[in-house]
């Protein structure tokens, strides 16, 4: 059974930092695409950040230059550094992991990131 479990949510001032966690279970972890997406209340589900397997990475705009994400593929998890936090950041920040030119997409359960003074 696929299990991703988020950790690390929270209440945060503005310019804070937050780090979000994802520990992946049931899955061959490293040739995964993983991902942190985050839905913001009356908002689509919009992508972050995502790392290959071979540790590309792609950024959403408006996280440029503030969040980070990494892989520790031993550790079976994914991690979202988030620096400089803005109002505009809070969501439930989701997990997911994406096998290439397969079928399997698994998703956590959410983590609340809130940014706010």
């Known amino acids: 059974q696929v299990q991703l479990v988020e950790s690390g949510g929270g209440l945060v001032q503005p310019g804070g930092s937050l780090r979000l966690s994802c520990a992946a279970s049931?899955?061959?972890?490293?040739?995964?695409?993983l991902g942190w997406y985050r839905q913001a209340p009356g908002k689509q589900r919009e992508l972050v950040a995502f790392i290959t397997s071979d540790g590309s990475t792609n950024y959403a705009d408006s996280v440029k230059g503030r969040f980070t994400i990494s892989r520790d593929n031993a550790k079976i998890t994914v991690t979202l550094q988030m620096d400089s936090l803005k109002p505009e950041d809070t969501a439930v920040y989701y997990c997911n992991a994406r096998r290439p030119a397969a079928p399997n997409n698994y998703w956590g359960q959410g983590t609340q990131v809130t940014v706010s003074s």
């Open positions: 049931g899955i061959f972890f490293s040739i995964y695409v």
